[in-house]
């Protein structure tokens, strides 16, 4: 009689062993934030907050899981991940399902998926492995290397088009090679040429891509077209005010800019909420990076962790109108089962490389 | 030792890594610290702005569709210009019953039965479209009328719109184009061009002639309207405003009066004309009849008169200049002799003995004068229009020699000239046949296939406008300019002009003598031979050629009625010309078709036509009477052919 508890307790340090109580609780957290601006948001289509329910459950099955298996067997799934990757976005290029003029998805029996999701977590994967190959020699041929790997898979998914995806797996890659130690040098070397290239490059392009490009810069310009989801978003926020319109009372109903509607109906108040907690789960994935016991768990925590920032930031600022509108979504908070899958990988990532910290040493 | 300096050198690093984590958690700190700014920036700074923006009324951005630019020509008269008026407009998603409407509109306004098939033809082709019109142009009554009785009719409302309007009617017709609604295709086209954004507020887009092909010009830039807009979908008031900005003005080479004087000459047959300055290669007429008035198209044609002019056996809507196919007949002979001098197969005093026939293979070539024309040398073989000196020509230089050089002349190849739906002809090669069909015995180029070649005739087939763009590079000694219709371009917000310059294509390299030699032996032929009837009396020099082409198809098809092949299949009358011949300012082609000899038909029209570039000299009385003379003319020669 007296042993059923105490075996209880142990079942459930048994489950929860490897999972960081802080990095769940904040993300978590945002999924909640996203669910009640859903709701508020969808009330047209109310199928899609219990769609998102069991999204997430998947999601935390995955997570659960990850965080359970060691950085170095999640290593030996690098190389395959990535082939596979690329495999796959390659036959997306030839025969992938057209969606709204791109052409992202694959069918894969009865469901379709987009690779290039799966290459956001495969390419860090992939670049901490080879940077942890090489760990002890490694020289500038190494980044070049680095640098070709990253620029597959971010050709393909730039040419499907989808220009969200491509920024993000690029930053992901750049993540990864910043953190692996190229000299910094060479890094305002490439920034000064990057830069420098840019000037021809926009001599060669046609009078309409150029008109494209400056829309993206500045949506006024272009208030009919690209510029009036940027024009409507900016609007919402602003009108949002201090303390905001009160759940439920927002007048957005895109959920593609949940942002908006969030920020609309929470004010500048639930905005600095919501940057606490990112910025809290940045620092917390941070500080996993920084205490993980070998090379290649660090980069890829560091690398997994600004990605989530990439994310936040590059979707709070075009909402808010200081970025060109692309198509990447607001981390946790967002309506999508994939992008949510991913993310919590993501995380069951960060898990298990802070649980396995001490492996080495002992 | 080592273990340690590894050791070392493992904290090195890690410390190095933890150094790159700090920089990355400062660099997110900025960045955060920057959104929050702008939060602050757009929640607290603007927010009553954007609080006012978003309360209650929501905002719809309204397009102002631009002013089209207008088509002018060469001295500034207007071909296609924009008047204002009212249509009547359903928009069908607001309309719970598009026929029961339709009726009681009938009740209030005039609306006919070609209206109403109209309006069902543009439904069936405009999915989503948000309005169309079931009325143009409504009088100011029935504006007054509708305006009484709005109330009965929801989703109807009553329009300003600017409309297209060609005050030249028929007049260039196929120069001018016209204006259509955009359909399902037209859309595509913009969405792949990028420009749909920019089409929003416009309903109407160029479909054939220049008002397509200098469609992006003549569109400018559409503006728009922040409305605050009610619960209805009402606007209440405008926010801000940004102005569309005018399409950009077109000022073309063509002089209308004399475009006038060639469609006059023409009457009521059919053929093409086209006149170039062979020094820019800008076009001063371009005539295909029958035309068409292109103001019917402008709010959507009624299917009627589309039937009538889609079904019509004339065929008004083929633009012959650029499109019509025909044998360049005798008028291909200048371009031979040219060949000849260059490629050394004949000189200036080159003569023969014309019995009037050439045999080759067992076959005789015919010359079209019985009897032949005696002694023929190179000079005389251009002035009489011998056959039997170019047979033997032909046949001596060999289709290559030929193809070869005719291609430099733009002979089979598209001109170039700023209009959509021209055709490349045919040069006959051995390259062309062996693509051109599929059998290998018909594939096989024969000799016997080139001594045809020699007058224009067989395989021969190339467009009006390459006629004349070979005429105009031969008057400007071998500088062939692309020919364009477009002069100017004006912008009238920025009060730019661009000049569309001339573009030399190529520059023929060509013996000044042999020039000057078929030159003057074209001088001649207006002087003294086919083409003195009609240039005998002018008072300017001018170089000609005659050219009567049969009509391919004729032997084949004998079992045809025999009455129309009489009418369609009679020879096609050709003239080619330039002028002055020291220092030519006008090149042309006049073609008429199932118009008999060139010195009878085409001649005379190229006459009126000169006269007037030259002298500024008018038909006989107004234009609308020579016209008439020359259809009778033309009957004549009819007549004369079909004994």
């Known amino acids: 009689m007296q042993l059923a508890p105490f075996s209880a307790r142990r079942i459930v340090q048994r489950l929860t062993s490897g999972i960081d109580g802080p990095l769940l609780a904040l993300s978590l957290a945002l999924v909640v934030l996203g669910l009640a601006t859903l709701f508020s948001a969808s009330y047209e289509q109310p199928a899609r907050v219990t769609a998102q329910v069991s999204n997430l459950l998947v999601a935390l099955a995955a997570m659960w899981l990850v965080a359970r298996v060691p950085p170095q067997t999640l290593m030996r799934f690098a190389l395959p991940a990535y082939l596979i990757g690329i495999a796959l976005l390659v036959a997306v290029a030839l025969a992938g399902d057209v969606v709204n003029g791109a052409r992202r998805w694959l069918h894969v029996g009865v469901a379709r998926f987009q690779p290039s999701e799966m290459m956001k977590l495969a390419l860090p994967l992939m670049l901490a492995w080879y940077f942890h190959k090489n760990e002890s020699t490694l020289r500038l041929r190494d980044f070049a290397v680095a640098a070709l790997l990253l620029a597959l898979p971010v050709l393909l998914i730039a040419r499907q088009p989808d220009l969200g995806t491509a920024v993000l797996v690029a930053a992901a890659g750049f993540y990864a090679i910043f953190f692996a130690g190229i000299g910094w040098k060479i890094l305002a070397a490439l920034g000064v040429l990057g830069l420098a290239s840019l000037l021809p490059l926009w001599g060669l392009l046609h009078d309409y891509q150029r008109r494209r490009i400056l829309t993206l810069i500045d949506p006024t310009q272009d208030p009919l077209g690209a510029g009036y989801h940027t024009i409507q978003s900016t609007i919402a926020v602003g009108s949002g005010g201090i303390t905001g319109k009160g759940w439920l009372h927002g007048t957005q109903t895109h959920t593609d800019f949940i942002f908006a509607v969030f920020s609309e109906e929470f004010g500048l108040i639930g905005n600095v909420v919501l940057l606490t907690i990112y910025a809290l789960l940045i620092a917390r994935g941070l500080m996993i990076a920084a205490n993980a016991a070998t090379f290649f768990a660090r980069l890829l925590a560091a690398t997994i962790t600004l990605m989530f920032f990439t994310y936040a930031f590059v979707n709070m600022g075009m909402v808010s109108g200081i970025l060109p509108v692309v198509g990447v979504p607001l981390p946790f908070v967002s309506y999508g089962g994939t992008a949510l899958l991913t993310l919590f990988i993501g995380i069951g990532i960060l898990m298990s490389v802070r649980s396995h910290r001490q492996l080495v040493q002992t | ?643």
């Open chain 2, 1 to 643: 030792m080592r273990r340690a300096s590894e050791l070392r050198n493992h904290e090195r690093e890690l410390y190095f890594f933890q150094l790159r984590i700090g920089v990355a958690g400062f660099a997110v700190l900025a960045a955060f610290a920057l959104l929050f700014v702008r939060f602050v920036h757009l929640q607290v700074v603007q927010h009553d702005a954007y609080a006012s923006k978003a309360e209650e009324n929501r905002i719809s951005i309204v397009p102002i569709a631009p002013n089209r630019g207008l088509i002018l020509d060469r001295n500034g008269v207007v071909l296609a210009r924009n008047y204002s008026a009212y249509t009547l407009e359903i928009f069908p998603a607001k309309v719970r019953d598009l026929e029961r409407t339709i009726q009681e509109l009938g009740e209030v306004v005039d609306v006919q039965a070609k209206d109403r098939s109209r309006f069902r033809k543009l439904f069936a082709e405009i999915r989503n479209a948000e309005s169309l019109p079931i009325r143009t142009r409504l009088t100011d009554e029935e504006v007054a009328r509708f305006a009484a009785n709005r109330y009965r009719f929801p989703g109807v409302e009553i329009k300003a719109r600017l409309f297209r309007q060609y005050p030249y009617g028929d007049i260039a017709s196929h120069v001018i184009g016209y204006i259509g609604r955009i359909n399902q295709q037209d859309q595509e086209k913009l969405a792949e061009l990028e420009v749909a954004a920019n089409y929003r507020g416009t309903d109407y887009i160029g479909k054939s002639g220049l008002e397509a092909s200098y469609q992006q010009e003549l569109h400018g830039t559409t503006g728009f309207e922040q409305v605050e807009i009610d619960a209805a979908g009402r606007g209440i008031r405008t926010l801000a405003r940004t102005n569309a900005q005018a399409g950009n003005n077109i000022t073309l080479t063509l002089d209308i009066k004399l475009q006038e004087v060639a469609e006059a000459a023409f009457g009521e047959r059919r053929g093409a004309l086209v006149a170039i300055e062979p020094s820019s290669g800008g076009v001063l007429a371009f005539v295909s009849k029958p035309g068409f008035d292109p103001n019917l198209f402008v709010d959507g044609i009624d299917p009627a008169s589309w039937a009538e002019l889609n079904n019509s056996p004339d065929r008004p809507l083929t633009n012959r200049a650029i499109a019509g196919i025909y044998p360049p007949g005798s008028t291909f002979k200048p371009y031979m002799a040219m060949a000849a001098l260059e490629l050394g197969k004949r000189t200036q005093k080159s003569a023969i003995h014309d019995p009037g026939y050439f045999e080759f293979g067992g076959r005789r070539f015919r010359d079209s004068k019985k009897g032949g024309n005696g002694y023929v040398d190179l000079y005389k073989s251009i002035v009489v229009s011998s056959d039997t000196f170019y047979y033997q020509l032909a046949n001596d230089m060999g289709i290559d020699a030929i193809a070869g050089f005719m291609g430099k002349f733009g002979f089979g190849a598209k001109s170039g000239i700023d209009l959509e739906g021209e055709a490349s002809g045919v040069l006959p090669s051995p390259e062309w046949k062996q693509k051109r069909f599929r059998r290998p015995e018909q594939q096989k180029w024969y000799a016997g296939e080139t001594v045809s070649i020699g007058i224009g005739q067989g395989y021969n087939a190339y467009t009006p406008i390459q006629l004349a763009l070979a005429m105009a590079t031969l008057a400007a000694n071998g500088d062939m300019y692309r020919p364009r219709l477009a002069s100017y371009i004006d912008n009238l917000r920025t009060g730019e002009r661009r000049h569309i310059e001339p573009a030399l294509v190529r520059r023929i390299a060509l013996k000044a003598e042999n020039v000057e030699f078929v030159k003057r032996a074209m001088a001649g032929v207006n002087k003294e031979g086919t083409g003195a009837r009609a240039f005998g009396n002018a008072e300017y020099t001018s170089g000609g050629k005659t050219g009567t082409a049969q009509v391919i198809g004729m032997k084949q098809n004998e079992k045809y009625d025999e009455k129309k092949v009489a009418e369609r299949h009679r020879d096609h009358s050709l003239f080619i010309v330039f002028a002055p011949v020291e220092s030519p300012t006008i090149a042309l082609v006049a073609i008429v078709e199932n118009g008999g000899f060139g010195a009878r038909a085409a001649a005379p029209i190229a006459r009126t036509v000169l006269d007037y570039h030259m002298l500024g000299k008018l038909p006989e009385g107004a234009i609308a009477e020579p016209a008439k003379s020359d259809a009778a003319a033309g009957a004549q020669d009819d007549e004369e052919e079909s004994d």
